[in-house]
């Protein structure tokens, strides 16, 4: 992990096309090769990211780059897309790199870890002809509960929490903008699962195209309520 304080521009060439201005900003290079800019405030996920599979390329500035004060570039280029994002660093104040080892990945509580197999195992409730791909999907900002694909062979992204909030939301989108950047899953769409979800939380995952589906967590454990039923 090879942290960066750098005064720095950043431009994105691809499918989308983006500029960020020159600024004081962190870069975090990480050891999968991912590249993410953050700055210190505004919202807590990355201004601009290339995820992996992806390499860092550090090159000489042409004579009017010098000129204008830029003093290295970093070309970081995906490796399926050749989508590229070019970082003119002008000034670096600090750096420092660290060899984090192997991370266990995020314990879940027992109910959410439960809830993530339960629903793994029983992937039709997402819909009808939904089949599984994998639990844990990595992506460079973290894993997605759930990764399937429906009837028709598009991609789903699965967030799982007990109670549903608009900070899991938030988190669903923030994988939804990473992984609709990847050619090979694009397009992705969202399901929000949780035993509950607060207003708010539905209103916003709505209105961002998430689909909500509330898991009734007996009813997977084949546990009956005890509520009396007329047959």
Known sequence: MRL???RCSVDYAGRLQAHLPLATRLLIHKNDGS??????????KPLNWMSPPCTLSVHEPDDDQKAA?????????????????VVSIHEVLH??????GDDPGLQKDGVEAHLQKLLAEQI???????TLVRRE????????DLLARDAAGQSVA????????????EQLTRYLELMNRDPLLAPVAGVFAAQEITPQARTLAEDRGIRCLLLDYDA???IDDGVPRLF
């Open 4 to 6: 960066v304080i750098a």
């Open 35 to 44: 590249l993410l800019v953050h700055s210190d405030g505004g919202s807590y």
């Open 69 to 85: 004060g830029v003093a290295e570039l970093w070309r970081v280029t995906h490796a399926k897309t050749a989508d590229m994002l």
């Open 95 to 100: 750096e420092t790199a660290h060899d984090l």
């Open 124 to 130: 039709e409730l997402v819909g009808e002809g939904c």
């Open 137 to 144: 999907y990595m992506t460079a900002i973290g894993p997605v």
């Open 158 to 169: 699965i967030e799982i929490k007990r109670r549903g909030g608009i900070d899991g939301v």
């Open 220 to 222: 997977m454990r084949g």
